[in-house]
T-cell receptor, first 111, second 110 residues
Framework: QKEVEQNSGPLSVPEGAIASLNCTYS??????FFWYRQYSGKSPELIMF????GDKEDGRFTAQLNKASQYVSLLIRDSQPSDSATYLC???????????FGSGTRLLVRP | EPEVTQTPSHQVTQMGQEVILRCVPI?????FYWYRQILGQKVEFLVS????????KSEIFDDQFSVERPDGSNFTLKIRSTKLEDSAMYFC????????FGPGTRLTVL
């Protein structure tokens, strides 16, 4: 069974701080990794994707991938109250046509 | 900016009834998907569709479920005889490489 694990949280950080969200996955065949943001009652919204080991930056967001450790993370710099949401880690395997989602980490940014 | 659309936003039905959920994927995308999310739980894959056929389906996607692309724009999910446990948010997604999700249909089975 291919699994994606996330700490459910909530992760509470003050406004302006760095929020660090983590995800591990079980299948070494995983090729592509995605972070989605989901506000309550809404659909997942793509934030970033990463394919290669290392860091990838996009504005206030940085995705980090370590395939040897089967670990993906998302850093949010200068966190804003509007960043308060559930962050979903999702893994894609080229051998199958589907995303496997973690259960999400709820982030609370305190004003 | 192109987006995936879904109708209806909320569907209420009686147990045993058939429902059809509709999606309009992003126009140049070739891959289509349905996912569901039961309240408080994770997003679960149901089915993927490419070139007018199912590419992969999950254990959830049993004989009660079917998908169709009846024309060049719509992509539908049919549940033939709904059960209480089918109550969930149903998300359609489409992709060239990364998947973009529609706003979802909340299905409530009474």
């Amino acid at each position: 069974q291919k699994e994606v694990e996330q700490n459910s949280g909530p992760l509470s950080v003050p406004e302006g701080a760095i929020a660090s969200l983590n995800c591990t996955y079980s299948d070494r065949g995983s090729q592509s990794f995605f972070w989605y943001r989901q506000y309550s009652g809404k659909s997942p919204e793509l934030i970033m994707f990463i394919y290669s080991n290392g860091d990838k930056e996009d504005g206030r967001f940085t995705a980090q991938l370590n395939k040897a450790s089967q670990y993906v993370s998302l850093l949010i710099r200068d966190s804003q109250p509007s960043d308060s949401a559930t962050y979903l880690c999702a893994v894609w395997m080229d051998s199958s046509y589907k995303l496997i989602f973690g259960s999400g980490t709820r982030l609370l940014v305190r004003p | 900016e192109p987006e995936v659309t879904q109708t209806p936003s909320h569907q209420v039905t009686q147990m045993g009834q058939e429902v059809i959920l509709r999606c309009v994927p992003i126009s140049n995308h070739l891959y289509f998907y349905w996912y569901r999310q039961i309240l408080g739980q994770k997003v679960e894959f149901l089915v993927s569709f490419y070139n007018n056929e199912i590419s992969e389906k999950s254990e959830i996607f049993d004989d009660q479920f079917s998908v169709e692309r009846p024309d060049g724009s719509n992509f539908t999910l049919k549940i033939r005889s709904t059960k209480l446990e089918d109550s969930a948010m149903y998300f359609c997604a489409s992709s060239e490489d990364t998947q973009y999700f529609g706003p979802g249909t909340r299905l409530t089975v009474l």
